[in-house]
């Protein structure tokens, strides 16, 4: 006996798959914003160097390979490991240190919606049933 449904029975959206577009999409306006750091660090900060340079190089190439991988189970701990990177580069670079801050308040505001979501979709389902 088969335990799959049938063809007239539609299963519940998952709002787990449904946060892979914001996510990719926040992911992508992250890798458009850290190299404009660039120009911060040079003029306010007195200078680029090697290392700054990596870092901005490692988040941006890290945030690009992120809206793929996101597709993948282990995607959202890779994502949020991105946002505590960039927020440690305010070691290395205030500026960068506050575009992570600001990254996190909206990685955070994400996944509480996110969370929400799912758990108002399990109570609703449990009330239906």
């Not at 063809?7 to 926040?26: E, I, T």
């Not at 750091?37 to 901005?56: C, F, S």
């Not at 505590?84 to 505001?109: E, I, K, R, Y």
Request: proline share 9%.
């Amino acid at each position: 006996m088969s335990t799959e449904p049938g063809p007239d029975v539609q299963l519940p959206p998952d709002p787990r798959r449904a946060f892979r577009g914001p996510a990719s999409a926040c992911l992508v306006l992250e890798a458009i914003a850290v190299p404009l750091v660039l120009p911060v660090m040079n003029y306010v900060e007195g200078g680029i160097t090697p290392l700054k340079l990596a870092l901005v190089v490692v988040l941006t190439v890290g945030m690009i390979v992120g809206c793929v991988v996101i597709l993948k189970p282990w995607g959202l701990r890779f994502a949020v490991g991105l946002q505590v990177l960039m927020l440690l580069g305010w070691v290395l670079s205030p500026s960068l240190g506050l575009l992570g801050a600001l990254f996190c308040l909206v990685w955070g505001l994400m996944l509480w919606m996110r969370r929400e979501v799912i758990r108002r979709q399990e109570a609703w389902y449990a009330s239906s049933e």
